[in-house]
C-alpha cells in the first residue's frame, strides 16, 4: 500500500473506530477494494474482516452492498457503524414498507455507503434495478463459506449469487469467511466466477483464546463448574439438540445464572427476544444450538463452552471463535464423548432419510453426508490427540504453527493428566456385553455392571451373572463414558437403527484373552490454570472502575436502545480503566475510541471516571 493511500486509510480507522493500526492482511484487502480487484479473503472470527469491506467505500465516496445471510448480523453490524458516526443501513424483512421506501430512496441518493443485504433481497429484480441505477461497483459475500457444499453450513440461496458478475461484469466481488480449508476456498472462488482474485489467507491462529478439552464424564456439573469462572461474563453453551439447550438453560437458572435457551424450533419472537436480552447483558449465557451463531456479533464473550462435540472443526473454529472478538483472553471448554459421535452419524442418516431430493436439499446426496461424516471423524481426532490445540487447529487450516509452548491450552498448560491403563475395567465391561449374549444397548449392560435392581434385570436372570455389580464402585456415568470409549476406540461395536445394540469384534477378544491392553483418558483433570496474557491484559486496571464503567454502557445502551458493546468494547472499557483520563481530549488516546464517540459520550465518561475516582472532572467545572 503506497504512503497516500496508507495515510488515509489510518485516518479513517482513526476517526471512525478510534484504532492506530491494521491487523495483518487488512492492509491488502482494503487495496483490493479499493483496486476494484475481486478478492477471498479468510480470517478468523475477530480478525477484522469487516474492515477490509468497509474502508474503501469511505475512501472511494461509494456505495457499496454486502451481501448478509442474517438479519440479526447485519442490524448488529449496522448498529455499530452508526454508533461510531459511519453511513450504513440495511434491508431486510424486519423493516416496514414506510422505512423501505426511506432507505431505497436515501440509497438512490447515495448518502450510504454501505447497504447490508440478504441473498434473496439482493437478487429481487427492484433491488438489482436499484443497483443498476447506481451502478454498483462493489459487492462484498459476507459469510462466503455458505456458498459451498463442502463447507460446513451450506445454503442454496448463495449460489444464485453468481449471476452478480454476469449482472455488473465492471463491479468487483469480494468474498469473505472465518473458516474455510483449501477445497471450499476454491469452490467459494468457482461458485462466485470471481475473475484473477486477490486470495488472502489470515492467521487462523487466535492467541487470546484458551483451549481445553475435557473428557465428559456429569456435563452438568461440569458445564457448572466452567462458568463458576465467569460469573457476571457473557458465555455461550453449545448443544446438539434443541431439547438440550432448554435443559441446560433450565439448570443453570436454577443455579442463578442469567440464561435462557436458543434454537431453531422456537419462534422468531422467542429468538429475538433472547437474542437481544444477551446484546443488552439482561442475561450472561445462552444455551444453544448451532443456529446461534453468524447472527452473534458480541465483542466480550468471555466463554464458549461445547456441552458436546461439535460437528466439524470448522463449526468448532466459527463457534469458539464468539469469543474474545475484543482480543482480550476468552476460555473455549469442550466436553467430549464418543456418545456424541454415534449421535451426530445418527442425525446426519435421520437428515439424508427424510430429506427430499427433488426440492433441491443437497443432504440427500451421499456425497454431501460422506463430507460430513468425514469432517466429524477430523474433530472426533481432534478431541481425542493430546497436542498443542493451537498447533493442531492451525495445521488443519495448512498453516504452520511455530510456537513450542502455546501456553494457552489444557496439554501446553500442563492440566491433562494423559492416558492411563483401563485394561481391568475393559475387560470386565467385554465379559458383561459377552454374558448377556451380545443383545443389549448400552443402558442395559450398564445397568449389570453396576448392580441395578431393576424388574428387567432380574426378569431376564442377569443379576446372577458373575459380571452383574462387577464394577458398582465406579460411578455410572463414568462407567457409561467408558462404555463409550471402548467404542470410539473399535473394541466394541454398536449396531446403527432406533434399537442400537452393543457387540464384540476380534479386537474385544485380544482384550479379554490377554493379548491386548486398553489405554483410556484420565477422568481427573487438574484445575484450569491463569495464563500470562490474562495477567497482563488485566496489568494496570482498576477492576471496581471497570466494573463501574460496565453499569455505564449498559445504561446507556438501554437508553439508545443498541447492544452494549456497540458502545464500548470491553478492551476500552479496560483501557479506561487502566489510564483514566480527565479530559475528552485524553480520549484520543484510548483504544477503540473514534472522534464521534468521544465527542458524543465523553462527557458522560469523564464525568463517571472523576465521580469513581474522586477527582475533579475539567469537562464539568
Known sequence: MDGTLTESVQQVIRHYWGFDTLRPLQAEAIRAGVEHRDSLVVMPTGGGKSLCYQVPPLLERRTDIVVSPLISLMKDQVDGLQACGYPAEALHSGVDAPQQRRIEASVAAGEYRLVFVSPERLLSPSFMALMEHLDIRAFAIDEAHCISQWGHDFRPEYRKLATLKQRFPRASVHAYTATATGQVRDDIVEQLGLSDPNVLIGVFDRPNLVYRVLPRTDGAAQVLAVLDRHRSEAAIVYCITRKETEATATRLASNGIKAAAYHAGLDADQRRRTQDAFAEERIDVVAATVAFGMGIDRSNVRCVIHAAMPKSIEHYQQETGRAGRDGLEAECVAFYSAADVLKWQWLFERRAE????????????AGVVAAQVDLLRKMQRYCRALRCRHRALSEYFGQEYRQPNCGACDVCLGEVEGLVDATVESRKILSCVARVGQRFGIGHVVDVLAGADTERVRGLGHDQLSTAGILRDVPRKHLTTMVYELIDQGLLERTTGDRPVITLNDASWEVLRGLRQVRLPRRDVKRARRTT????????????????????????????????????????????????????????????IGKQKQTDLGPRVIEEIARFTGGECRECS
Open 354 to 365: 427424510n430429506a427430499d431430493a427433488d426440492e433441491g436439499d443437497m443432504d440427500a446426496h
Open 533 to 592: 496474557f490474562d495477567r497482563e491484559s488485566w496489568e494496570g486496571v482498576d477492576r471496581d472502575l471497570f466494573e463501574r464503567l460496565r453499569e455505564v454502557r449498559r445504561d446507556i445502551a438501554r437508553l439508545r436502545q443498541v447492544p452494549a458493546y456497540v458502545i464500548f468494547s470491553d478492551a476500552t472499557l479496560r483501557d479506561l480503566a487502566r489510564q483514566r483520563p480527565t479530559t475528552i481530549e485524553e480520549l484520543a488516546d484510548i483504544y477503540g
